[in-house]
């Protein structure tokens, strides 16, 4: 019988309907791309002019002036050829590229869009370097940066190549771009900091592959300076399935009458300081960028260079709707050797009343999967909560090469209308005046919404947004630890010998 099946005759047939179901298959996929691409909201200005970046090239042998008056010019290029060429039905207040807008950028005391930089009192003891997510801007770390020019430290924060200006900017740009782009931010770091200044750099998200990535291309590269420590905050060392299949998902967008279909979502342009609609070249950069870290990561392991990686101190909410919380143990923190990196993982809120509702992969027996056994070579830190009635939250400690535990109150609490922080709640404090829940009422904490403090509640087809995209955790309860934390790293690094 398996003779009979293994005959060329019956190969070549399987071989021929195999073939005809992939093309039916493909041709499928494409077609539902198309559909769901033609049926969504039709593209705006800002989704089909791309402003002219940077060169990796032209990043590498540019400075920071260079960097900033090609920034102007890219800013210029688009209100000339989006703000002021905008169609009447766009000019609605909710639109941040109409100039009468009460969320466009330009009219705030600060456009957070750009880069910037800040500089202490007095000689800074060093310099940080802060890296935004995808489809983020620099707005995303300035309450750290605010904290590091605190502490002494000269602060850089660029803007990457595509971002802060129009969505389409993502439909060309490359992860190549933004590692060019954070190179040119280091060497800016270093003059600001002088020869013997402290470095740091702080990556979110996105950015943080980009700070990790970087890291490791300096332990090759003599002419990279290095890093003194890695702040991580839910890096983006794994994600989704999804994004291995993206370049797949766009090429109907190859031909004129179906464009759309370079967009995985259409949504209206209301957030001043990040990109609502999303084109399905930021997920394949996005992927090819984690497949590039994971395989210097492996690499480093496998010569045994992976412990002169300066420490990482990583935050990372166990509930991540974004990047995948186990790739940053399997694929980062269980490579490492013992060089005083750390993990704290932001835990649900167990007292909520969702106990049925919630994924048995949120459960704490899954968390307890989710970590390798002890001892572990790098400190654990889980913030979960203590108080049944309060909701008051502790730190549970497990240091590097430790079988016991240890825990101490923070006196902070898990607010009882929320069972857990999300992938962009992490950096933003509860008083921030975009995302916090609690925001100031300061005036330059006047951004024209409030999208964290916003119930929402009431009728489906009422707003302009889906109401999930304004229900996710967008600020931090526990960002006060986050600080501190921080504090500690910064002060641990100025106490720590010159090499």
Partial sequence: MLLKLLRPSRLLRLAKWLAF???????????????????????EPWHTYVPREMTIAELDKGDWATFLKEEDRIFADVTREVIQKLPEHDRVPSNR???????YPPSFSHDWNRSYTLMPEGEPKGAVVLLHGLTDSPYSLRHLAQRYAADGFAVVAPRMPGHGTVPAGLTEAEWEDWLAATRLAMREARRLAGPQGKLHIVGFSNGGALALKYALDALDDPALTRPDRLVLISPMI???????????????AFLPAFAKAAWL????????????????????????????????????????????????????????FTVSTRAILTAFYNRLPDNGSELVLFDLNRNTKLGPLLA????????????PPLPRRFRTVIITNIDPDTGEVLERVTEAGATQTSERPLGLFYPPDVFS??????????????YGT???????????LQLGAMAVRGERGALIVAMDALSRMSSNPFFPYVQQRVDEGIAATLKAPAP
């Fill in 360 to 371: 048995t992969t949120t459960s704490p027996a899954a968390l307890a999967r989710t970590l």
């Fill in 438 to 448: 609690n925001p100031s009422d300061a005036p330059d904490e006047d951004f024209g």
């Fill in 265 to 320: 979502s259409v949504i209206p342009e209301f957030n001043p300081f990040k990109y609502n609609s999303f084109p399905v070249n930021g997920a394949r950069q996005s992927h090819r960028l984690t497949q590039a870290l994971q395989a210097s990561i492996a690499a480093h392991a496998a010569n045994g260079t992976l412990g002169e990686l300066p420490p990482a101190l990583t935050f990372q909410s166990v509930m991540d």
């Fill in 97 to 103: 590229y109409f100039a009468g807008s009460v969320v």
């Fill in 21 to 43: 179901a992939l093309v039916i298959g493909f041709v499928t996929f494409l077609g539902t791309r198309v559909w769901f691409a033609q049926s969504g909201a039709p593209l």
């Fill in 238 to 252: 794994g994600i989704t399935r999804f994004a291995r299949f993206a370049g797949l998902a766009g090429l109907p």
């Fill in 421 to 434: 922080l999300s992938h962009v709640a992490l950096p933003f404090p509860s008083s921030d005046g975009l």
